[in-house]
């Protein structure tokens, strides 16, 4: 049995949560058990999600339809991040969006007005709603100068009935089209990162990165110097871990395993 004193002794956790947390709108299994001990425990957490599609509001009235009362200043999402680092970069303060409502909130709060006519950025995060016609123009904007930002690189998400295309999915016909590489905001981009560490008010090796993917969340969490542990309730295997040249501190069945 592996020794989890160490793990169980950091005083904050970063979390995933499609593939950690739950599944579309099934919460998964030790979830609750391990929210009850972070707060028993008095740890600091965050809920971190390269999804964009919906606002930390929303993501905390989703959870408390499946039984857990999370408060919402516990969710970042890459929606944020994106709409942060645009504030930062813009001059134009003028954006092509293909995503959901997350995503524009969050791009209007910052200031980012929703621009289809000469937009500085396009940016593209997950939707339910892809047309032809919302890539054609995507394509003329990145080819007469805007920017390509992706709010996450994810090619694929769980969900309930089973795997789904994610952002970098979605964003990868405008790159093709048009020959450019975009920008993406979400984990592992280290930006992310830093603004999770300093939300919980922690320093990386305090703090422990959990996630259900190689390639964003461990890879975000040995980049940050953080420790890691890779949950076998989403899209990695036991096997997962041998294609890359990093490994996470830990591999677990699911969250649950955590607490004691």
């Known amino acids: 049995m592996v020794d989890l004193s160490e793990l169980r002794d950091k ?3 970063i979390c995933d949560m499609d593939g950690v ?3 579309g709108n099934r919460l998964l299994e030790g979830v609750k058990e391990f929210v009850e001990w972070l707060i028993r425990e008095d740890k600091r957490f965050l809920f971190l999600t390269n999804a964009s599609e919906r606002s930390p509001k929303e993501l905390k009235q989703k959870l408390e339809r499946m039984g ?3 408060p919402e200043e516990n969710f970042y999402t890459s929606a944020l991040a994106t709409a942060k680092f645009l504030k930062k970069q813009t001059q134009k ?4 969006v293909i995503g959901e409502a997350g995503l524009t909130n969050a791009l209007y709060e910052a200031g980012i007005s929703i621009n289809d006519v000469d937009p500085e950025y396009v940016v593209v995060g997950e939707t339910r709603n892809l047309s032809y016609d919302s890539y054609v123009r995507a394509v003329q904007f990145v080819l007469a100068g805007a920017k390509l930002i992706g709010t996450n690189p994810d090619i694929n998400a769980p969900g309930e009935n089973g795997i789904m295309p994610a952002c970098g999915a979605m964003i990868s016909p ?3 089209a ?3 590489k975009a920008y993406f905001v979400g984990k592992p981009n280290p930006l992310m990162m830093r603004t999770g560490l300093k939300m919980l008010g922690l320093h990386a090796q305090d703090a422990v990165m959990v996630g259900d993917r190689m390639d964003t ?3 975000a969490g040995v980049e940050s110097g953080m420790e890691t542990v890779l949950v076998l309730s989403g899209v990695s295997t036991e096997k997962t871990p041998n294609n890359f040249p990093y490994r996470p ?7 649950g395993d955590i607490a004691p």
């Open 11 to 13: 005083k904050g956790f």
């Open 174 to 176: 405008v790159e093709v």
């Open 217 to 219: 969340d461990i890879v």
């Open 21 to 23: 947390i739950y599944h």
């Open 249 to 255: 501190g830990y591999i677990l069945n699911g969250v």
């Open 68 to 70: 857990l009362e999370i």
């Open 93 to 96: 303060n003028s954006a092509y």
């Open 178 to 180: 048009t020959g450019k």
